[in-house]
């Protein structure tokens, strides 16, 4: 069956250190990878996806992510994180041969301070 | 950028009551969803809508849920008679294509009394 695990349930970095959050996903086959953003009271904002070729994607806002098929895992990374990236951050999956689905993840709560 | 837009932001309704949460998805857009995501869990999909009808819909889309495009422009889910469980926050999204990237609405609380 698929499912999005992301093992981080919240995190809190410094503004300005790195960021890295985790995802991991099973799948029967390369799905389509994709990252979310939710900031208080809003919706879903896509920050960045994968559905093939390069593995290393870049999103908006500074964030990048990398596609790791032996390690199955789709992380999200940010070179330096700024006080306006605090948000719940979730990962998703689906893939147009399974279906309109897309499977969500738990999500990261992400603090940043000063 | 193009938006989905959603109404009400808010929604209070007394348990066995019906609601009607509206959606409107990007204009040249052909693929519609409705996902929920109950206080501190995961979004979670709910149905998808093609060609003027249900494509998808999981074990929470039961009986009392029913999803309409009744014109060229809007989305909606009908709850018949909700239940306290039906609180969450629900998403509308919508999309050009299979497997393409979702555009979300900021979302409609629905709080069942």
């Known amino acids: 069956a698929q499912s999005v695990t992301q093992p981080d349930i919240h995190i809190t970095v410094s503004e300005g250190a790195s960021l890295e959050l985790r995802c991991n996903y099973s799948y029967g086959a390369t799905p389509y990878l994709f990252w979310y953003v939710q ?18 994607v870049q999103g908006i806002k500074g964030f990048e992510a990398e596609f790791k098929r032996s390690q199955s895992s789709f992380n999200l990374r940010k070179p330096s994180v700024h006080w306006s990236d605090a948000a719940e951050y979730f990962c998703a999956v689906g893939h147009p041969n ?7 993840g738990t999500g990261t709560s992400l603090t940043v301070i000063p | 950028e193009p938006e989905v837009t959603q109404t009400p932001s808010h929604q209070v309704t ?4 019906e609601v009607i949460l509206r959606c409107v998805p990007i204009s040249n857009h052909l ?12 979004v979670e999909f709910l149905v998808s809508f093609y060609n003027n ?6 074990e929470i889309f039961d009986d009392q849920f029913s999803v309409e495009r009744p014109d060229g422009s809007n989305f909606t889910l009908k709850i018949r008679s909700t239940k306290l469980e039906d609180s969450a926050m629900y998403f509308c999204a919508s999309s050009g294509g299979l497997g393409e990237k979702l555009f979300f609405g900021s979302g409609t609380q ?3 009394l």
């Open chain 1, 98 to 104: 399974t279906g309109n689905q897309f499977y969500f």
């Open chain 1, 39 to 56: 900031s208080p009271g809003q919706g879903l904002q896509l920050l960045l996806k994968y559905f093939s070729g390069d593995t290393l």
């Open chain 2, 110 to 112: 629905l709080s069942v």
């Open chain 2, 53 to 58: 009808e249900i494509s998808e819909k999981s």
């Open chain 2, 14 to 17: 007394q348990m066995g009551q």
């Open chain 2, 31 to 42: 693929y519609f969803y409705w996902y929920r995501q109950i206080l501190g869990q995961k």
